[in-house]
Structures are given as C-alpha cells and as structure tokens.
C-alpha cells in the first residue's frame, strides 16, 4: 500500500519559514519524481516545486527564490523549505509522487495546511 504522508504545516506570521516533510512508503522512491502542489481556497491547485528522480529541480515563479525542495532517498523523504512567507502562500500543500517512466503511477498525500497571517 502506498502511503504519502506530509507533516510541518501551520501558521506563520508573514516573512517568517516554515519547513514540509512528505514520507513515503510502499514505493521505490528513488524512481519517483516527487513535487509539491497547493490548493488555495477557490482556486484550482498549483505546482509549486519539483524533484525529479533524476535529481532536475523546477519552481513555479510566484516561490522561486523562497522556496527549496530538497529529497532524501535514504529516507525516502521529501522536504519543502518556504522562506520569506506571504499571505498568498496560504494553501493546503501536497506531496504527489510519479514515476519517471511509467507516469500512471501517480500518486498523492492528504495536504498539510499552512497559513501564512499576522
């Protein structure tokens, strides 16, 4: 069974950090291009920032810059490091796992909600 499990949302005031961990399990994680998607309210979900299994890393524009992905093979762990926080990074986040070649396998975590307010 597949599992994706993320943890370290909250809320933080404006310019501050906060760190995501997505774990995985029931995959080869190493085959994966791993990525993190967010869902703000009334709004369609976006990607924020990739990791390909072949180490390649894309940001969306509105966090390039602020924002790190970063993976741990060894852990099979996913991590997001957000700097510099807004209001508008407000969002559920999510973990989502595909495979490099075969990309129906396709998989998603349950979202972890961060709330960027004073």
């Known amino acids: 069974q597949v599992q994706l499990v993320e943890s370290g949302g909250g809320l933080v005031q404006p310019g501050g950090s906060l760190r995501l961990s997505c774990a995985a399990s029931?995959?080869?994680?190493?085959?994966?291009?791993m990525a993190w998607y967010r869902q703000a309210p009334g709004k369609q979900r976006e990607l924020v920032a990739t990791f390909t299994s072949g180490r390649r890393t894309e940001y969306a524009d509105s966090v390039q810059g602020r924002f790190t992905i970063s993976r741990d093979n060894a852990k099979n762990t996913v991590y997001l490091q957000m700097n510099s926080l807004k209001p508008e990074d407000t969002a559920v986040y999510y973990c989502?796992?595909?495979?490099?070649?075969?990309?129906?396998?396709?998989?998603w975590g349950q979202g972890t909600q961060v709330t960027v307010s004073s």
């Open positions: 029931g995959i080869i994680f190493s085959a994966y291009d």
């Open positions: 989502n796992a595909v495979h490099w070649r075969y990309r129906g396998s396709d998989y």
